[in-house]
């Protein structure tokens, strides 16, 4: 079983940034799929960004890349989303989330992801 536990988030002005940090535990993190996902009210969950800590390799969804930078810290058991250059559409509820993975298809195979954290909001400002 894999606990989440999330911070970060916040209200910024648009062309800010946040850095939002995820720490696992209960599980080999370098075995873990760590993702990022962000609702806003009255859409759907998206897959914003993930990661295999173990290769590191990534994966974004398209509006967000350039902008937004996912990474790990491995002794520390922390998944991080650093968010660039926000604007008001990334306003919404963001969620960590974790899968065990086997491929790097994992990663961007969002549905799979099985453990979440609590959620942190982020809102941007015009």
């Known amino acids: 079983q894999v606990q989440l536990v999330e911070s970060g988030g916040g209200s910024v002005q648009a062309g800010g940034s946040l850095r939002l940090s995820c720490l696992a535990s209960?599980?080999?993190?370098?075995?873990?799929?760590m993702g990022w996902f962000r609702q806003a009210p009255g859409k759907e969950r998206e897959g914003v960004a993930g990661?295999?800590?173990?290769?590191?390799?990534?994966s974004y969804l398209d509006s967000v890349k350039g902008r937004f930078t996912i990474s790990t810290d491995i002794p520390k058991n922390t998944a991080y989303l650093r968010l660039n250059n926000l604007k008001p559409e990334d306003t919404a509820m963001y969620y960590c989330?974790?899968?065990?993975?086997?491929?790097?298809?994992?990663?961007?195979?969002?549905?799979?992801?099985?453990?979440w954290g609590q959620g942190t909001q982020v809102t941007v400002s015009s």
């Open positions: 989330a974790a899968r065990v993975c086997k491929r790097l298809e994992d990663i961007s195979d969002w549905g799979k992801y099985n453990y």
């Open positions: 209960g599980y080999n993190f370098r075995s873990l799929c």
């Open positions: 990661i295999y800590t173990g290769p590191g390799t990534t």
